[in-house]
C-alpha cells in the first residue's frame, strides 16, 4: 500500500509535466506563425500611413520583415 502511494505521488506529476510540454510543443507552430502574421500586419500598417497609395501586388515577396 504505502508503495502504491509512492507510486502515485511521483508518476502523477510526472505524467502531468509531460502532457504539459506535449501541449506546448503541440501549440508553439500555431503561435509562432500567429506572431509573424501580427508583426507582417503591423508592418504593412506602417507602410499604409506612410504612403496611403502604395499598391502590392498579389504573390509579391519584397515586403520584408
Not at 2 to 31: D, H, I, K, M
Not at 32 to 48: F, G, N, P, R
Request: hydrophobic letters at 40%; charged letters at 15%.
Amino acid at each position: 500500500m504505502r508503495n502504491r502511494l509512492f507510486l502515485w505521488l511521483l508518476a502523477l506529476p510526472l505524467v502531468l509535466s509531460c502532457y504539459g510540454c506535449w501541449q506546448y510543443y503541440r501549440t508553439s507552430e500555431l503561435t509562432e506563425s500567429l506572431d509573424s502574421i501580427k508583426l507582417l500586419h503591423a508592418k504593412a500598417t506602417q507602410l499604409l500611413q506612410t504612403d496611403p497609395n502604395i499598391t502590392m501586388k498579389f504573390g509579391d515577396t519584397s515586403l520584408s520583415i
